[in-house]
Each structure stands twice: as structure tokens, then as C-alpha cells.
């Protein structure tokens, strides 16, 4: 429950049909619009599409080219059949697989009914391959193509997916993954632990009613206050994934959140995961864990070791239930499994010398405080607010009051902001200029009395950082991130090395958010000689 609810809790309480509540809504004509008075919607036929197709690895050797096409598919799921979007036929789309310091050129090709981009996910480009209409590049129409060249310079799992009208486009399948291997082996100075296997693992959901997806409209975003929760659960686009492993493997899990808005708190039955890392690759500790928490867009990775046969359920565990998301089925060995050093934890020195390094550089206040909060027509009702107890840090489901409140929400009817403490501006009026090569401390406050508090995940394009206190407490186990879920009431401070020029996107990964307003802009300019 929320510290504060609008009266408009009392209308909902009163039990009137929606339709009726769109149109009683105070300012309904000029910025509201119910569901039934909405603009044109997608398209939703499915006739002469093509069949989805399973995702299939990808190989890149350095300079490759790669043909990436995004059409519509007809899928199946939980007895529909569906429009989606694809990455080359298939959801999730291709998994490219290349390695550390590698270049890859990508010739995009737009199939859709609307416009598009790429943005490679973590990956630090060059700022013109960023994929960010209005920022670094014009919107691909449809049946346009666009290049991309891109450069690996980090090893992990990164991910690419439109940057245009996301709640849409992601919902409905565009979003692929990017492996990359490190440049050392294991055993050597950087390298990392052997394992037997890696797999890679997309958590996400879909928002389902009668016979198809939850609509869309062109002009207006829905579900803007909470972001659009799933009724379904898909892991790797699949409602029932599944994988084999023999007893006595270690299997690298490389876990990536990509839904709307929906948190993921992930465990396996029985099993211990091993966090070896995150979003921008190794921790400098490894933490054996019984769950790990991802917000939408960041990453884990995760070591498993397979030590008894049987059928487990990866699940998804929160406080209010634990959901299926498939089954790992261990195949039993004739020997016992051994555990040789996978319950003695270790680390990445590599990381603990840049931390430090960064660190030492560091300034004592934050350079940048920026808060996270809402304002709306629909919040607020001129100052006539409920008080309720304090929030939860982190929204992990609906209740049925909140549910038809984000229903209702739309992006003409509140503005999420990002909201710069130094200068007053707020979103793209923020133009934070830094010089390659510096180092800033950034405060992200997510202020807990904002009318709508609820976790986000920030993403900063570009750059790298590592989160070095959360709510005034060091952290201990710094890891490279580009993402980072800031709970309800929380405040965090981020160190980012800004050493990729041009400018950037800060913004919020739900994407009702963002196109509600929620993202800013930060300046990196070369020094001149």
C-alpha cells in the first residue's frame, strides 16, 4: 500500500465501472482519456505472418557484419496466437556471442508499422551507434535501414532492444542478448572461473487479456504510473522453458530482466547460486546466495553447481508468492558429483584495483544530487491526499485498487521526473556537462514522500559506474553496473568515470516512465588539447 493515495481511491472504492470513472475524472476532457475514447491503436491481425521461430546462437568473429531485421511473427502463447515483434523470427532475438575488444558492424533493417532503433544495452559505443532517437540518431522508419557500429570493450552479458516507444516494442518481443567472452581464460590474470556451461536466461511478462495483448495506442502511453505489469510469466519468451543438465555440472546462469516494470527475485530449489557477477561483468566477491533480485534491465551472473539429480523450479519468489518460471531437469551421473572449491567463494582482484583507484579520485560530496519523483493530474487532487502507511521499498505486484489507478494513469496525465537539486531544471531540460576523463560522485534520492513512491531502475547510457553507498552505508563488493534499483526511499550514490564522449541518456528502464518524461542528458566533451 502507498504512504499516499489520491481521493480518488474513494471513487475506486465506491466500485464504479471504469468507463464511468474515466469520464467523472476531474479534467477528463482536456488531458484524460478512457481506453474507449483512445487514439488509434497497433496492428493486431496476424494474417500471413510468419511463425516465431526458436532464437538460435550467433557466432561473431571481429569485424563481422550482422543482418538485424525487427518484423511482426505470429506466436502462440497460453492458447492465443498472438502479433508480436521479432528480431530476426525469433523471441528472444539472435544471441550474438563475441569477444572482448572485438568490433561488430549491424545493418538494421525496420519491418515494423512504426519507428525504431537499436540501443546496445551496457555496451559502451561510440555515441552515434547509441540508438537513441532525438539524442544520438533520426527514428528508423519503417522500411528503413540504419548502421550500427559497435565495439565490445567489457566481457558479460549486455542486451539490445528499441529505444522507441519500448512499452510496446519490448513487451511485444524485441529484445536479444550480447555475450561477451572474456578476453582472458580462466586461470589467467583476469579470467574467469571454468564452468561447464553458460546459458543465457530472459526473465520477462506479458500483459494478456481475452484473446490477445493488453492494447496499445499510438499517441498515448497506458499504465504510466506503476509501468505495465505482466499476467504471464516468460523466461526466454517460453511460458514453459525448460533445460537439461547432467549431474556434476557447473552451469553459468546469465540472468537478464527484461520486462516493463516487473522486479524478479530469483531462486532455484534446492540449489545454492553462486553471484559471480553483474550488469558490466565479475564482482570483486563471489556470494553464495539463495536469491537474487533484478529490476528491469539489469543482469546477474550467476554459478550453479548441479549436485543431485532431479526436477527443479527456477522461481520467482516475492513477498506476495512464488511463481514458476521452468524447470531444470538433472540427469544423474555414474560417479558422485564433486564440489572441488564451488562453496569457497572467491573474487576478482582486477575489479578491487579499479575500485580503489576510482575511489581515491572521488570527491567528497556528491557532484550531483538528481530526485525521483511524480506529479500528475491524476495524483494530488489539489492537496486531497490520504495518508497510509510508509511504502515498500520495492512494488512487486498490483493490488486491485492500485491496478485500476495505473490502468487509468496514462502519459498525459502524470510526468515522472528526474529532477536536478543544483539547477531546479527537471528531465531534458537537465544538460549535465562533464569533461572525458573525470570522475563524478551522483546521488539518485528517490523520495519516499513523492506521491507515487516505487522503485526504479536508472540506466546511464555510455558510461560505466560502481554503486558506492546505499541509504549512507559503504558498499563492500563493488561490481560495474549500468543499472541500478533504487528502492522506495532509498538514496544511492554512483561513481561513474566519464570516459566516453557525447551525450548520454540518464533515465528510468520502465518505460512507461520514461515516456512519461522520466530521463535527462549528460554532456561528455573531449578536453581540448
Known amino acids: 500500500m502507498k504512504r499516499t493515495l489520491s481521493i480518488l481511491m474513494v471513487a475506486l472504492a465506491i ?63 497460453s492458447g492465443r496466437t498472438l502479433r508480436m515483434y521479432a528480431y530476426n523470427g525469433s523471441i528472444p532475438g539472435p544471441l550474438l556471442r563475441v569477444k572482448q575488444g572485438s568490433t561488430l558492424t549491424v545493418r538494421f533493417t525496420n519491418r515494423l508499422d512504426l519507428d525504431s532503433s537499436v540501443h546496445w544495452h551496457g555496451v559502451r559505443v561510440e555515441n552515434g551507434s547509441d540508438g537513441v532517437p532525438g539524442v544520438t540518431q533520426s527514428p ?15 566481457a558479460g552479458l549486455f542486451w539490445y532492444h528499441p529505444h522507441l516507444r519500448e512499452d510496446v516494442t519490448q513487451e511485444l518481443g524485441l529484445y536479444g542478448g550480447i555475450l561477451v567472452e572474456p578476453s582472458a581464460k580462466p586461470g589467467q ?36 504510473l506503476s509501468g505495465r505489469f505482466g499476467t504471464t510469466f516468460l523466461t526466454n519468451g517460453l511460458t514453459n522453458w525448460g533445460l537439461e543438465v547432467k549431474q556434476g555440472e557447473r552451469v553459468r546462469f546469465y540472468f537478464a530482466n527484461s520486462a516493463n516494470t516487473r522486479t524478479f527475485a530469483v531462486s532455484l530449489e534446492e540449489h545454492s547460486l553462486k553471484l559471480i557477477g553483474s550488469d558490466g561483468g565479475r564482482a570483486a566477491r563471489e556470494v553464495l546466495t539463495s536469491s537474487v533480485v533484478l529490476g528491469p534491465s539489469e543482469r546477474a551472473i550467476v554459478d550453479v553447481l548441479f549436485q543431485s539429480p532431479g526436477s527443479f523450479r527456477l522461481e520467482h519468489r516475492s513477498p506476495q508468492r512464488t511463481v514458476s518460471l521452468g524447470t531444470i531437469r538433472v540427469l544423474k551421473a555414474s560417479a558422485a558429483a564433486e564440489t572441488g572449491d564451488f562453496f569457497r567463494p572467491g573474487g576478482d582482484d582486477g575489479i578491487v584495483r579499479q575500485a580503489a583507484s576510482l575511489v581515491a579520485r572521488a570527491p567528497s560530496q556528491p557532484d550531483y544530487v538528481l530526485d525521483l519523483k511524480v506529479k500528475g493530474a491524476m495524483m494530488g487532487m489539489g492537496g486531497m ?20 489507478m495505473n490502468a487509468m494513469s496514462s502519459s498525459q496525465t502524470l510526468r515522472w521526473i528526474i529532477s536536478d537539486r543544483n539547477s531546479g531544471r527537471e528531465n531534458m531540460d537537465i544538460q549535465l556537462q562533464v569533461a572525458v576523463g573525470q570522475v563524478r560522485l551522483l546521488r539518485l534520492v528517490n523520495d519516499v514522500n513523492s506521491e507515487h513512491p516505487m522503485q526504479h531502475p536508472i540506466h546511464l547510457h555510455g558510461q560505466r559506474f ?54 535527462a542528458v549528460f554532456k561528455v566533451k573531449e578536453v581540448s588539447s
Open 189 to 224: 590474470l583476469g579470467g574467469w572461473p571454468a564452468t561447464d556451461r553458460e546459458v543465457v536466461v530472459f526473465l520477462d511478462d506479458i500483459f494478456l487479456i481475452a484473446n490477445d495483448v493488453a492494447p496499445f495506442y499510438r499517441e498515448v502511453v497506458t499504465h504510466a
Open 15 to 77: 466500485g464504479a465501472a471504469s468507463e464511468r470513472l474515466w469520464a467523472q475524472m476531474p479534467g477528463h476532457g482536456e488531458h484524460m482519456m478512457a481506453p474507449s475514447m483512445a487514439p488509434e491503436g497497433f496492428e493486431r491481425s496476424t494474417a500471413g505472418l510468419a511463425a516465431v521461430s526458436p532464437s538460435r546462437d550467433v557466432m561473431l568473429k571481429d569485424k563481422a557484419v550482422f543482418e538485424l531485421t525487427a518484423a511482426p511473427v505470429s506466436k502462440q502463447l
Open 385 to 404: 491526499m490520504m495518508e497510509m502507511e510508509r511504502p515498500s521499498p520495492i512494488e512487486w505486484e498490483e493490488d486491485g485498487h492500485m491496478a485500476m
Open 140 to 154: 528508423v522508419r519503417p522500411g528503413d535501414e540504419y548502421t550500427y557500429r559497435l565495439r565490445f570493450p567489457d
Open 466 to 519: 560502481l554503486v558506492v553507498s546505499r541509504d549512507g552505508k559503504a558498499e563492500t563488493n563493488p561490481v560495474w553496473k549500468d543499472t541500478v534499483l533504487v528502492p522506495a526511499g532509498s538514496n544511492y550514490d554512483l561513481l561513474v568515470e566519464f570516459d566516453n564522449p557525447g551525450r548520454w541518456l540518464l533515465h528510468c528502464h520502465i518505460p512507461e516512465h520514461m515516456e512519461a518524461g522520466m530521463m
